[in-house]
């Protein structure tokens, strides 16, 4: 591009003067009335090597205007003006041009080219080939031929300095000195207007005469042009010491014409020129590596993984900017992006700021996809939350837009307590993060200023990211100010946490720009080529280390100061360097940014100050009803006046700050001896304006301002300051935030009057209960115990603190502590006149069941179903307490014998008094019992289970999911449903368990029967262990311990199966259960079992057998279990001693006792059971030696293992196949069957069998 010169025909007319150029580029024409578009392009000469070329004009050329035109056919008129194109279509012709002056200007541009490029040409030189080329374009511009000679033009130069006068005798124009009176700037001071300013080598504006420029400039050239001839032709060897300096500059007008090339018009206003720097809005400077590398992060999201991104780095350093510069990116695959800022005046809120985010990420799915994506959105969400979207709409109300056929029934829920806490939210937003991102459709959210964060609101983020199951597409990035957060701040353990559970996490630093960037970047905001502005950007750089925020604040402020100006005359800006030099200018933005606004009217000084007591920004309700007192009623007047002075801005529903340091330079107006009195009265005023009124969001921020400082609360105000603080803790309760809860309704209680339980009874009970909720969800027990002790110590009646007691038992439960919760059950209870004997022996139990068990048979379901409803909330809480007893009970084999007894107790109680949600679980706790002492008792066990499910549907059944899952599938449908579909409804307990909140540790014993099922059923081991190790964290961010004993029990089952050896961590779980419980004990003989057979450890298996059978304890689904694969390891160990009988196996009892137990069980279902009678048989065939009749019953097995979809079974029928043909000598159908064993073990994904049958077809 630098190569070519472009000639256009123009007719010439007289110049037009600069006011004429304004009112004609607003015109969109020229000084002759006609548009650039009247202009032909006659064509281009190449400089080296020589060539002319005929162009066709660039359609940008149409908007440059500038320079008068006439008849662009007459040729007597036609002179080769030039402007230089950025873009250009040529077509090569003949180098002898028709235009004859175009040809003659090539032959001089062919002129300087040789002479920079003959041979000895010294670089020395090079300041006068600039001259010879300035004088050139002087000549390809004006259309006048310099003189004297380019040889005089030579000598001249060699003077230092490069005058004006100089130049002007060697141009040989007439051209009178500019000064400033020139110019309609009546503003300027005399002793500025002598002269005009040229940029000297140190930077300074010399004064000195501009004969090439300002004659360009009168004939409507752009001031970027006529500077650039200027400076060539005064020879400025530090400005351009050569050609390849000259064509940089160039190559910079063509690229970015409306930067460089053209006169920036928009500065110029009808009263002159304003303060308006040129800010290209979103425009990163001298960060490519740093967006590479958050592109490269994005790039990752997209590609299916779950990354984390942090930014640290001063205030002002640029981090939310170079997070915006990946927006375009997002955006442009599809995908959203949510940002959302911590204020420092709100940090207790980061937490609803993140679920408003996610809230308005709904918005975004609804507006930016086909109603054909959005349907299937809509389906998806409904099948994830099928029994707990009323949770998810409670989190994100604009949910139901994308789902509106739920809006009324999650109405209708809305009333409900649920128990969340930051484990349930991030629970719920990591499946709903799941279904609405994708590697189509990423998200990034975006939180600036992390170090305001607290705890809560990081383990947020952390739960959200950390996934396991890693099926969402998000990017995290997380800006901080690193000088602003100390070494213990949990923002780094959030880091090294992600980092632990397997989630990208990148960190970068952000410092000053160096010099070079912040020269381009003032060089773009003045529009004025950077070597040209780099005196300044230099002065600029060393006030502020390269601060882009500050760089630019200090720019505004040379502006302001009058230091830095545009000229209407010269059309950009001027400064001179001694003078801002001499000013001594502030390098502290703070002090800049103050400056600005105490220059403001005092009204509008006191409105920034009130809206800095919100932080960022300020919700339009707030700034509604502070308009609405005699205070502040033109408080609205004065933000509109800080938006035109670039304060403030106005977004959809916030009046916000443009940046963080103006909001502090606002608030640092405020003495600091009277802040929290300014929040005080500020929050008084508008709680007193807003009283009656619906709040809405606007509550967390007035209640905010009320609490900088309680002491100062009169005493008059106190009660309706605690009312209103309680009102806030609800508020974030809805909303899932249970830290900031805590923290006004500690405040709350802060407040109450000391005789509050004398005369605010009611409230006072009500503010205990709900704190103890909100403690206990944020992981203080100790705290909610307290709270429920004081309620229970000073209620009136034992009816009003039913509720506490209840509350206060459940937190002793789930803590493990059954002893306290036994005797706290019974103390209750024997309060209700509902006393429990203080014990029952062996014989009574029996006689208890057995005669309940006749009295239930005589029931049909119709008498279940038309029981009524039960009345008064004290018989609902006797049935509470039971089934609290009742888990005690069924897990502690100390009171085992008053399991009967209680579910007679539950179940009279109900048909004495009515049916509750109780009586429900009640009666499923006793089909589980039923199925769990003896296969016999499964079938009446089923009928009670499925009545215990009808009847739950008379009740809100995402209360009772979790409870009734567990016993049902865990314990009955084991034997009658597919295990399979046992452990997908076990997993909808566990998200519905977590989704409310509602008795977590059922949520954590769920997960033990979902491995369990998992391991039988012959799950994907590498699923499998991915879920065991997500429900092991869960486990352990509830404190379980039971089920973190059961589930690292089973992963080491599971590992082994894979072919991994068991981690140190799984063999001392092990070795500490077995000193444990009976249950513990009889997981790990269980689970030793188990990897003891699929190993080949015949002896091993055969020893945890034996243990097992003689345990009366066993439960009868593990007893089915065990008899299974014990059998199976009796005949193998036949196999391998090649004979019948031994002294450790007496197969004639084993096998009838084993197929005995597993037809009980097949008469239940012969889904879970007949393949496992079929292989028993096929085995006791070949052991018999009834080959034919063995054949036939290995691929009856192998069949039936395959329509119930238990691969590791179908695999083990082939196994054994292989083993009994390979024992007849039919090896080619042995191998066939090994081949298959091979399949289905790899399909389950077992290497260990895979390996191991491998070996096998290795000896054929």
């Known amino acids: 591009i630098d190569n070519f010169v472009v000639g256009i025909s123009r007719k010439r007319t007289a110049a037009p003067t600069p006011t004429d150029c304004e009112d004609e580029i607003n015109k969109g024409t020229t000084g002759g009335g006609e548009s650039w578009n009247d202009g032909n392009v006659v064509g281009v000469s190449m400089i080296s090597p020589a060539l002319n070329v005929h162009i066709y004009e660039p359609s940008f050329l149409v908007d440059l205007g500038g320079m008068s035109g006439g008849d662009p056919h007459d040729e007597k008129d036609t002179v080769p003006g030039g402007r230089m194109g950025a873009y250009l279509e040529a077509d090569i012709t003949d180098p002898s041009s028709p235009a004859q002056e175009f040809a003659d200007m090539a032959l001089v541009h062919r002129q300087v080219a040789n002479l920079a490029l003959a041979p000895g040409h010294d670089i020395a030189d090079g300041r006068s080939d600039c001259q010879q080329f300035g004088m050139l374009l002087y000549q390809i511009y004006s259309g006048v031929s310099p003189s004297p000679a380019t040889d005089a033009l030579v000598t001249q130069s060699e003077k230092r300095g490069g005058e004006a006068e100089s130049a002007t005798q060697v141009c040989g124009c007439v051209s009178a000195p500019i000064t400033r009176g020139d110019v309609d700037d009546d503003d300027e001071p005399a002793s500025k207007r002598s002269t005009n300013r040229c940029h000297s080598k140190e930077g300074s504006a010399e004064r000195c005469q501009q004969p090439y420029d300002a004659s360009l400039r009168e004939m409507g050239l752009p001031s970027s042009i006529s500077m650039l001839v200027q400076h060539l032709i005064d020879g ?82 640029g981090k939310t900017m170079l997070v915006q510069s990946v927006k375009a990116r997002v955006n442009a695959v599809g995908g959203y992006v949510l940002t959302r800022k911590i204020d420092e005046m709100s940090r207790e ?164 720009l160096n010099s070079e960037d912040l020269n381009v970047m003032v060089s773009e905001f003045l529009c004025i080529l950077p070597r040209i502005c780099k005196p300044l950007s230099d002065i600029v750089f060393s006030k502020t280390e390269g601060n882009p925020f500050f760089a630019l604040e200090f720019l505004r402020s040379l502006v302001d100061s009058r230091l830095l100006e545009f000229s209407l005359r010269e059309m950009r800006w001027i400064w001179d360097c001694d003078e801002i030099i001499a000013e001594n200018l502030t390098d502290n933005v703070l002090y800049l940014l103050t400056k600005k606004i105490t220059q403001l009217p005092r009204n509008v000084q006191l409105a920034l100050q009130v809206l800095s007591c919100f932080g960022i920004k300020a919700n339009e309700s707030i700034v509604g009803y502070l308009s609405s007192t005699l205070q502040y009623s033109n408080f609205s007047e004065c933000l509109s006046l800080a938006i035109g002075e670039r304060i403030i801005q106005k977004t959809d529903k916030d009046f916000k700050f443009v940046h963080d340091k103006v909001r502090e330079a606002s608030y ?61 803790g609800l508020a974030a309760i809805n909303q899932g935030d249970f830290s900031t809860s805590h923290s006004y309704l500690t405040n709350a209680l802060a407040l109450l009057p000391k005789d509050h339980w004398r005369n605010q009874y009611d409230f006072s009970l009500r503010l205990f209960f709900v704190r103890a909720k909100a403690a206990y969800s944020c992981g203080n027990a100790d705290e909610a115990k307290e709270s429920l002790t004081t309620m229970i110590e000073k209620g009136h009646s034992l009816d009003d603190i039913l509720g506490a007691y209840h509350y206060y038992i459940v937190i002793l439960l789930v803590s493990e502590k059954r002893e306290e919760a036994y005797e706290a059950c019974c103390k209750v209870l024997s309060q209700l006149n509902r006393a429990l004997p203080f014990s029952i022996d062996g014989v009574q139990a029996t006689s208890i069941a057995n005669q309940f068990e006749v009295s239930l048979s005589r029931m049909s379901n119709q008498d279940w179903y038309t029981i009524k409803p039960m009345d008064g909330a004290r018989n ?210 269980i689970s030793r079992l188990l990897v003891s057979f699929w190993q080949g450890h015949t002896e091993r298996c055969s020893h945890f057998a034996g243990k097992l059978l003689r345990n ?119 191998m066939d069957f090994f081949n298959q064993a091979k399949d289905c073990y790899a399909k389950w994904g077992s290497q260990m069998k895979v390996d191991f049958i491998q070996e096998q077809l290795g000896k054929f």
């Not at 709903?432 to 991102?437: A, L």
């Not at 964060?453 to 983020?461: H, Y």
């Not at 809405?696 to 009660?719: R, Y």
Request: hydrophobic share 40%; with cysteine; aromatic share 10%.
């Open 1112 to 1230: 009366k304890n066993l439960g009868s689904h593990n007893r089915v279990f065990v008899a299974f694969y014990s059998t199976l390891n009796s005949f193998r160990a036949i196999r391998s001693r090649n004979g019948a009988g031994s002294k450790y196996i007496k197969i004639h009892n084993i096998y009838p006792n084993a197929i005995k137990v597993l037809k009980s069980a097949e008469r239940l279902s012969s889904w879970n059971y007949s393949n496992k009678v079929l292989i028993l048989a096929a085995e006791y065939c070949s052991f018999e030696k009834k080959n034919e009749n063995a054949k036939a019953a290995y691929a009856a097995a192998i069949s039936s293992s395959c329509s119930s979809n238990f691969i590791h079974e179908q695999g083990l029928a082939c196994e054994l196949a292989g083993f009994h043909f390979r024992k007849i000598d039919e090896n080619k159908d042995a």
């Open 668 to 728: 640092n107006l405020i003495p600091d001896n009277n802040k929290s009195q300014f929040h005080h009265e500020i929050g008084i005023l508008i709680y007193l304006a807003s009283r009656g009124g619906d709040l809405g969001e606007a509550i967390f921020q007035i209640v905010d301002q009320v609490n900088m400082d309680l002491s100062l609360v009169k005493h008059s105000m106190q009660l309706d300051i605690a009312k209103i603080n309680f009102s806030a």
């Open 876 to 1085: 609902k809480f006797i049935m509470k307490f039971y089934t609290i007893l009742f888990i005690i009970c069924f897990r502690d084999k100390a009171n085992a014998a008053m399991v009967p007894m209680l579910a007679y107790q539950m179940i009279q109680f109900t048909l004495d008094h009515g049916l509750s949600s109780d009586s429900v679980i009640g009666l499923m706790q006793y089909a589980a019992i039923q199925s769990h002492l003896s296969i016999a008792h499964v079938q009446g066990a089923h009928r009670l289970g499925k009545v215990a499910m009808n009847l739950s549907k008379r009740f809100n059944q995402h209360e009772m999911v979790t409870n009734l899952y567990y016993y049902y599938y865990g314990f009955v449908a084991t034997y009658t449903e597919p295990m399979q579909a046992c452990s997908d409804m076990l997993r909808k307990a566990v998200e519905v368990g977590m989704s409310t909140g509602e008795f977590p540790a059922f949520t954590c014993f769920n997960t033990i029967f979902i491995v369990r099922c998992g391991m039988l059923g012959g799950e994907n081991l590498s699923s499998l262990i991915r879920d065991t190790d997500y429900y092991l964290d869960l486990s352990r961010r509830f404190d379980h311990k039971l089920s973190q004993i059961y589930l690292s029990i089973y992963r080491g089952v599971i590992s082994a199966l894979i072919g991994k050896s068991a981690s140190s961590s799984q063999s001392a779980v092990e070795e500490e259960s077995i000193h444990s419980t009976e249950a513990h004990v009889t997981a790990v003989q």
């Open 236 to 317: 400025r060897s530090d400005l351009y010491p050569s050609l390849e300096a000259a064509s940089k500059d160039l190559h910079m007008l063509l690229c970015d014409p409306e930067c460089y090339l053209f006169d920036n018009h928009q500065v110029v206003s009808s009263s002159g020129p304003s303060s308006r720097l040129r800010i290209k809005e979103g425009k990163v400077y001298g960060r490519e590596n740093e967006v590479s590398l958050i592109t490269d992060a994005f790039c990752k999201v997209s590609s299916g993984k779950r990354v984390a991104f942090f930014i640290g780095g001063y205030s002002g350093s």
């Open 349 to 512: 809120r980061p937490f609803l700021d993140i679920l408003s985010a996610f809230d308005n990420l709904c918005l975004l799915i609804r507006d930016e996809n086909s109603p054909r994506a959005l349907g299937s959105i809509k389906d998806r969400l409904l099948l994830e939350f099928e029994n707990d979207f009323f949770v998810l709409a409670r989190l994100l109300p604009n949910v139901t837009l994308i789902v509106p056929q739920l809006d009324s029934l999650t109405k209708e829920v809305q009333t409900e307590q649920i128990n969340m806490n930051s484990y349930t939210v991030s629970f719920i937003l990591q499946r709903f993060i799941r279904i609405v991102s994708s590697r189509e459709k990423p998200i990034m959210l975006f939180l600036d200023d992390l170090q305001w964060a607290k705890s809560p609101a990081l383990d947020l983020i952390y739960g959200i990211l950390s996934d396991t199951r890693g099926s969402s597409c998000l990017l995290f990035v997380g800006s901080y100010r690193d000088n602003e957060v100390d070494e213990d701040h949990h923002l780094f353990e959030l880091m090294v946490n992600l980092e632990l559970c397997g989630v990208d996490s990148s960190t970068l630093h952000l410092s000053g």
